[in-house]
């Protein structure tokens, strides 16, 4: 590699504050490609000035996130930009041809896309019921779809303009803002984070729950879920002080196979114990809608993953039927989990379906099996809010305590995401409330309000103005109308757990546990 290019290089790095210098990703398989990708594509970080450089060099250059050019066969950059191997990352596309292939792109977008809330939709269809419950999936899902479409358009446009090689999520929000606020326009990567963030944080403190509520069922202890939330902040403020993507690698590689085999085993139980359909209701009602839309948009989470990949592609101008077919078979696969978990376990659904699998050696490893595959992810979700946040930190302390600065916020935000769980442990609310809150926000309502602001003047239609606005009010009702009965289904949570003097609304009630496991005794299978 030429000086030249590393001089550029290192460039890079003082220009973006990333992070670990040493995280070069070697491990093409693991999805932590995808979570340094999302990472960088949602947020864009304040430049550092050149005095800094000698502290943050921990931190590398985001990955890019879209191309002004659509058909260009890009190189993509090297999480670790400061190392003279760069190049080796032509081990990820193979043959020393830039950029991944359609089919690498295609995984990736299913790894991004396929997590812990694919696990909750059967309780999304139970809110909405078994026929309205799907239609209405499909309906979010070609939303969803059409959003991630809407910002890929948006890059691209706002990079031609700017005449820049990329735009992460939050710098294209503050392009397009430019025209209309001038200087006030950084408060829009501002909010973009801001959401980021919020999104990180609860999903970090969803995995403390699905995690001790795994432990109590194949345990059948009867703890309080609050003690186990509690005897694992101490692992994991441990293992959060972990600034490597290297070695947040292999742990991303672990959770993405007990993950992959889990969710197969469960389905192969769930198509065999399927109940006559007849038995529930064809629409649960209005009033349980807007606990259906936080649950369903959270299982939505990829549209970080979008751009990143999208810029990765060695023919990027396959990008649109490759996010489609991707797209179709994560819907595919959520309507499948959705509704088999329904019909197998009807109104006695958990939060998460594996809750719900029977007492069997096979279905304990099963939950022990994603307990862990949370455990591992934790982190890998915990490294996105520490990319925002950790270099401010850093830039307000002395050279001398910087280090000693980050570990201690590191060892806060565990705590601040344990204390989230402890407080509100209930699985199925939180992640309602987390996908209203948040998840409606980055994945419906502002790929179209963008995609007006950056096309306004430039040929935008006048139907076209009143889909995105159509959109635009979707995903603020279910932001409103979501959030309001999710927070009103957890104060109904904790009265009912005060009345049960239980510990947990999740799974520490025996009568709630017996009666779980009656679904799985009339499946005429034993495993």
Request: charged share 15%; with cysteine; glycine share 8%.
């Amino acid at each position: 590699m030429s000086s030249r290019a590393t001089s550029e290089k290192s460039r890079l790095l003082l220009d973006t504050g990333g992070y670990d210098s040493n995280a070069d990703v070697k491990d093409p398989t693991s999805n932590i490609l995808i979570n340094a990708a999302t990472v960088n594509s949602l947020y864009g970080d304040a430049s550092l000035k050149d005095d800094d450089h000698d502290i943050d060099r921990s931190y590398s250059a985001p990955l890019t996130a879209s191309t002004k050019s659509s058909n260009s066969r890009r190189r993509p950059r090297s999480i670790s930009v400061l190392s003279e191997e760069v190049d080796k990352y032509d081990i990820f596309v193979g043959a020393g041809e830039p950029g991944t292939t359609n089919w690498q792109t295609l995984i990736h977008l299913l790894k991004g896309n396929i997590g812990t809330g694919i696990l909750g939709l059967p309780i999304a269809i139970e809110n909405s019921g078994i026929l309205v419950g799907p239609i209405l999936l499909l309906f979010i899902a070609l939303m969803s779809i059409h959003c991630m479409h809407l910002l890929v358009k948006c890059s691209h446009a706002l990079c031609n303009r700017l005449n820049k090689d990329s735009l992460d999520y939050g710098e294209v929000a503050e392009a397009a803002l430019q025209v209309y606020a001038k200087e006030k326009s950084r408060y829009g990567r501002v909010l973009v984070n801001t959401f980021l963030v919020i999104t990180q944080l609860g999903f970090c403190s969803i995995y403390f729950m699905f995690v001790a509520s795994n432990i109590i069922e194949v345990t059948e202890k009867h703890i309080d879920l609050r003690i186990i939330i509690s005897a694992l902040a101490l692992p994991v403020i441990l293992l959060s002080l972990i600034k490597s993507l290297e070695k947040l690698a292999y742990l991303s590689m672990i959770a993405n196979v007990l993950c992959f085999v889990g969710l197969t085993i469960t389905l192969q139980y769930l198509a065999r114990c399927l109940q006559d359909p007849r038995k529930f209701k064809l629409f649960a009602g209005v009033s349980k809608l807007p606990l259906f839309f936080g649950t369903a948009i959270f299982s939505f989470e990829g549209i970080g993953v979008v751009l990143p990949l999208e810029n990765e592609m060695r023919n990027p101008e396959d990008f649109g039927w490759v996010l489609n077919l991707g797209m179709g078979i994560v819907t595919t696969l959520f309507l499948t989990v959705g509704m088999f978990g329904f019909l197998t376990y009807g109104h006695s659904l958990q939060g998460s379906v594996t809750l719900n699998l029977p007492d069997h050696w096979l279905y304990d490893v099963v939950k022990i099996g994603y307990a862990l595959a949370m455990f591992f992810t934790y982190f890998l979700q915990f490294y996105v809010p520490m990319q925002i946040l950790v270099p401010s930190i850093r830039r307000r302390v002395h050279p001398k305590s910087r280090n000693c600065a980050e570990n201690v916020f590191r060892v806060l935000m565990v705590i601040v995401t344990c204390g989230l769980a402890a407080g509100i442990p209930q699985l199925t609310n939180f992640i309602s409330l987390l996908g209203a809150v948040s998840s409606s926000a980055l994945a419906i309502i502002f790929p179209p309000l963008l995609h007006i602001l950056t096309f306004k003047g430039h040929g935008l239609s006048f139907c076209s103005v009143l889909k995105d606005i159509f959109i635009i009010l979707v995903g603020i009702l279910g932001f409103l109308f979501g959030t309001y009965t999710s927070v009103i289904a957890i104060i109904k949570g904790f009265e009912m757990s005060a009345d049960v003097h239980s510990g947990s609304s999740l799974s520490n009630s025996t009568a709630f546990r017996n009666a779980t496991r009656a679904f799985p005794s009339m499946c005429k299978y034993s495993y």
